[in-house]
């Protein structure tokens, strides 16, 4: 795991933004369960959609009921490309949520120093006097995607309002072809304008590249998706912001995936 939190460092110092880099995710083996079903989810770090590179551990993998009961996937496997968790689903028909919760992973900091350069993963490692800050942040992630049993219904979706998040419009389990995927993206609750988000098709497969679609929230935070092919698809969204007072770190990293399926008319 040593040699992918450096690249992530590396990718992060560099500013990448795109969904090539290491990016999380939750891939549920299916959207649409019955009653009852025990579903299967893969938690993975990628840079294609959905071959797992790096297991998304140390992640508080939870469902939501339709009726709002909160609770830990019941079986969960950490491997090293993945995380594999199986749930079984109660007799209740509606809309569940899958969460990762809030990831907070290692803390990257770099300095310059006399002429080099110095990277640091250990925050009490104080950064010397008069170096040159190149970079002090900490990722934090977190992934999301949706099931329906039988009818899709809203109560699951509400805002959470705390981090980043979509805040969806369109039900995302009720998505067609020739139709659009209405959402906001929001932080802490206030809508976010002119936020890049990166919408990538799940091939399934390092062989072939998948599409990406980069879209810009409006001045409200408003996104507005044509769908046009049949898929699976991971929304992206990262941004940094400054760490609060007394945080180990200058920023904050964040990264939001939400994972959703569109079907054929």
Known sequence: MKTFAGLLALLFC??????TAHTPYLAPTTFSPQPGQTIAVDAAFAEVFFVPEAAFDHAALSITSPDGELAPLQRVVTLKTRVAAEHTLPRLEGTYRLDSGLRRGAT???WEMDGKQVTSRDPATPIPAGA?????????????AYVTVDTPDRRVLAARRQGLELVVSTHPNDLYVGETFAFSVHDD???????????TEAVWSSDRKPEVVV???????RVALALERAGTWV??????????????VAEYSNTYTLTFRVLDP
Request: avoid cysteine; hydrophobic fraction near 40%.
């Open 108 to 110: 990257f900091r770099t």
């Open 132 to 144: 040159k800050v190149l970079s002090n942040f900490q990722a934090l992630t977190r992934a999301e």
């Open 14 to 19: 560099l500013g990448a933004t795109r969904a």
């Open 235 to 248: 929304a992206l969204v990262r941004r940094r912001t400054p760490a609060p007072a007394g945080a180990p």
């Open 215 to 221: 879209l810009t929230s409006d001045a409200q935070g």
């Open 189 to 199: 609750g206030k809508p976010l304008a002119g936020q890049r988000v990166e919408i």
